[in-house]
Protein backbone atom coordinates (compact mmCIF):
# COMPACT_ATOMS: atom_id res chain seq x y z
CA UNK A 1 0.00 0.00 0.00
CA UNK A 2 1.30 3.48 -0.93
CA UNK A 3 1.61 5.97 1.77
CA UNK A 4 2.00 9.61 2.02
CA UNK A 5 4.54 11.37 4.83
CA UNK A 6 4.12 14.71 6.20
CA UNK A 7 7.49 16.13 8.10
CA UNK A 8 8.65 19.29 9.33
CA UNK A 9 12.63 19.30 8.28
CA UNK A 10 15.35 16.90 9.06
CA UNK A 11 15.72 16.03 12.71
CA UNK A 12 12.45 18.38 13.32
CA UNK A 13 10.15 16.93 15.56
CA UNK A 14 5.88 17.36 15.83
CA UNK A 15 4.44 18.56 18.90
CA UNK A 16 2.06 16.07 20.13
CA UNK A 17 -0.20 18.77 21.60
CA UNK A 18 -0.30 20.77 18.01
CA UNK A 19 -1.07 17.68 16.17
CA UNK A 20 -4.04 16.92 18.05
CA UNK A 21 -5.02 20.13 18.54
CA UNK A 22 -4.68 20.38 14.32
CA UNK A 23 -6.56 17.42 13.78
CA UNK A 24 -9.37 17.89 15.97
CA UNK A 25 -10.23 21.64 14.11
CA UNK A 26 -10.95 19.32 11.22
CA UNK A 27 -14.23 18.04 9.71
CA UNK A 28 -14.78 14.32 8.90
CA UNK A 29 -12.05 13.46 11.06
CA UNK A 30 -13.31 10.41 13.24
CA UNK A 31 -12.18 7.70 15.43
CA UNK A 32 -9.23 9.88 17.29
CA UNK A 33 -6.94 8.27 19.85
CA UNK A 34 -4.13 9.01 21.49
CA UNK A 35 -2.04 6.27 23.31
CA UNK A 36 0.71 3.62 22.71
CA UNK A 37 0.41 1.79 19.36
CA UNK A 38 2.81 0.44 17.65
CA UNK A 39 4.88 2.97 15.95
CA UNK A 40 2.98 5.67 16.70
CA UNK A 41 0.95 7.99 19.71
CA UNK A 42 -1.44 9.05 17.98
CA UNK A 43 -3.70 8.17 15.35
CA UNK A 44 -7.00 8.46 13.44
CA UNK A 45 -9.36 8.80 10.10
CA UNK A 46 -10.52 10.98 8.04
CA UNK A 47 -13.36 10.66 5.20
CA UNK A 48 -13.84 12.97 2.06
CA UNK A 49 -16.91 11.56 -0.09
CA UNK A 50 -16.59 7.72 -0.39
CA UNK A 51 -12.98 7.55 0.49
CA UNK A 52 -11.37 7.38 3.64
CA UNK A 53 -7.63 7.42 5.41
CA UNK A 54 -5.68 6.60 8.43
CA UNK A 55 -3.48 9.45 10.05
CA UNK A 56 -0.38 8.25 12.38
CA UNK A 57 1.52 10.11 14.28
CA UNK A 58 5.12 8.24 14.67
CA UNK A 59 6.02 7.45 18.18
CA UNK A 60 9.59 9.34 17.28
CA UNK A 61 7.42 12.91 16.65
CA UNK A 62 9.24 12.97 13.00
CA UNK A 63 6.75 12.02 10.93
CA UNK A 64 2.92 11.95 10.41
CA UNK A 65 1.82 9.12 7.93
CA UNK A 66 -0.98 8.96 5.31
CA UNK A 67 -2.55 5.69 3.96
CA UNK A 68 -2.69 6.10 0.63
CA UNK A 69 -2.77 8.47 -2.32
CA UNK A 70 -6.47 8.89 -3.04
CA UNK A 71 -8.37 12.08 -2.78
CA UNK A 72 -8.90 11.69 1.18
CA UNK A 73 -4.94 11.20 1.75
CA UNK A 74 -4.33 14.39 -0.39
CA UNK A 75 -7.10 16.50 1.36
CA UNK A 76 -5.88 15.54 4.56
CA UNK A 77 -2.57 16.54 3.78
CA UNK A 78 -3.53 20.26 2.97
CA UNK A 79 -5.98 20.39 5.37
CA UNK A 80 -3.28 19.45 8.46
CA UNK A 81 -0.64 22.21 6.67
CA UNK A 82 -3.54 24.80 6.95
CA UNK A 83 -3.92 23.56 10.41
CA UNK A 84 -0.54 23.30 11.96
CA UNK A 85 1.40 26.37 12.55
CA UNK A 86 4.83 25.28 10.85
CA UNK A 87 4.86 24.79 7.34
CA UNK A 88 5.66 21.23 6.29
CA UNK A 89 6.72 18.93 3.19
CA UNK A 90 4.99 16.02 2.20
CA UNK A 91 6.97 12.74 0.28
CA UNK A 92 5.92 9.33 -0.31
CA UNK A 93 6.88 6.26 0.88
CA UNK A 94 9.32 5.80 -2.10
CA UNK A 95 10.73 9.13 -1.66
CA UNK A 96 9.29 10.12 -5.46
CA UNK A 97 8.82 13.38 -4.72
CA UNK A 98 9.17 16.36 -1.93
CA UNK A 99 7.00 18.76 -1.76
CA UNK A 100 6.23 22.08 0.10
CA UNK A 101 3.03 22.05 0.90
CA UNK A 102 2.58 25.47 2.31
CA UNK A 103 2.29 26.92 -1.12
CA UNK A 104 -0.17 24.42 -2.21
CA UNK A 105 -4.09 25.18 -2.42
CA UNK A 106 -5.94 22.49 -3.70
CA UNK A 107 -5.75 18.65 -4.39
CA UNK A 108 -5.34 19.49 -7.79
CA UNK A 109 -2.74 21.57 -7.63
CA UNK A 110 -1.10 19.21 -5.47
CA UNK A 111 -2.08 16.22 -7.98
CA UNK A 112 -0.34 18.26 -10.46
CA UNK A 113 2.79 18.91 -8.34
CA UNK A 114 3.26 15.09 -7.88
CA UNK A 115 2.36 14.09 -11.34
CA UNK A 116 5.53 16.46 -12.38
CA UNK A 117 7.82 13.89 -10.72
CA UNK A 118 8.92 11.55 -12.99
CA UNK A 119 8.99 8.70 -11.08
CA UNK A 120 5.56 8.70 -9.65
CA UNK A 121 2.39 8.05 -10.80
CA UNK A 122 -1.30 8.65 -9.71
CA UNK A 123 -4.06 7.06 -10.70
CA UNK A 124 -5.98 8.64 -13.24
Known amino acids: MKMLLLFIGEDEKFNLSQVADSLTKIPNIQNFKQ???????????????????????????ETISIDGDGEASLKIALEIQKHYPQNLRLIDSNYSFDIELAEIKSVGQLRHQMRESASFQLPV
Open 35 to 61: GDFVGSILECEFSEKTDFTIIRLSDDL
